[in-house]
């Protein structure tokens, strides 16, 4: 039979057998988190070819202001304001009103005719022709106005 000595050389000589797998380099680098963006060191710390702000990754964060599209201010320093700055592409306060739609395009409240980015669309014409007013914002009033011609009074 055997002692209890015998058993315990026997289980570390089989213990010492078996293998335990090595974590190869390769092994390591996959388990690390990718490169974060640091927006205000000046350098492209993911790899992405992009620097800080002009990294994607910071839009929006402390250092990298988002430019409001209706405010009249250049928000993100880049020299361009509202939807003259790409950064506005889309949004829907840069969306031109289409004046004879029938929809509020540009989300202001006003629909075609009545939203005043259509004064002197050929869409909205002169529609009270003695009122003293220029309706449709093309510089002519009343029966100076060609779409005021045939109209009774001019």
Same mark, same amino acid.
């Given at each position: 039979m055997y002692s209890t000595r015998h058993l315990y050389f026997l289980f570390l000589l089989i213990l010492s057998s078996v293998s335990l797998p090595a974590c190869s380099e390769d092994e390591e680098e996959e388990d690390e988190m990718p490169p974060t963006e640091i927006c205000d060191d000046g350098i492209d710390n993911d790899g992405d070819g992009f620097i800080d702000?002009?990294?994607?990754?910071?839009?929006?964060?402390?250092? @990298?202001?988002?430019? #409001?599209? !209706? $405010? +009249?201010?250049?928000n993100d320093g880049d020299g361009l304001i509202d939807c003259d700055d790409p950064d506005c592409d889309g949004d829907i306060s840069c969306i031109p009103e289409i @004046?004879?739609?029938? #929809?509020? !395009? $540009? +989300?202001d409240g006003f629909t075609d005719c009545a939203d005043f980015d259509c004064l002197g669309d050929s869409a909205c014409p002169e529609t009270d022709c003695n009122d003293g007013i220029d309706n449709d914002?093309?510089?002519?009033?009343d029966c100076d106005d060609a779409d005021c011609t045939g109209f009774p009074g001019c």
């Amino acid at each position: 039979m055997y002692s209890t000595r015998h058993l315990y050389f026997l289980f570390l000589l089989i213990l010492s057998s078996v293998s335990l797998p090595a974590c190869s380099e390769d092994e390591e680098e996959e388990d690390e988190m990718p490169p974060t963006e640091i927006c205000d060191d000046g350098i492209d710390n993911d790899g992405d070819g992009f620097i800080d702000c002009d990294d994607n990754d910071c839009d929006g964060s402390d250092p @990298c202001p988002v430019e #409001i599209c !209706n $405010d +009249g201010d250049d928000n993100d320093g880049d020299g361009l304001i509202d939807c003259d700055d790409p950064d506005c592409d889309g949004d829907i306060s840069c969306i031109p009103e289409i @004046c004879d739609d029938g #929809i509020d !395009n $540009d +989300g202001d409240g006003f629909t075609d005719c009545a939203d005043f980015d259509c004064l002197g669309d050929s869409a909205c014409p002169e529609t009270d022709c003695n009122d003293g007013i220029d309706n449709d914002g093309d510089g002519f009033i009343d029966c100076d106005d060609a779409d005021c011609t045939g109209f009774p009074g001019c």
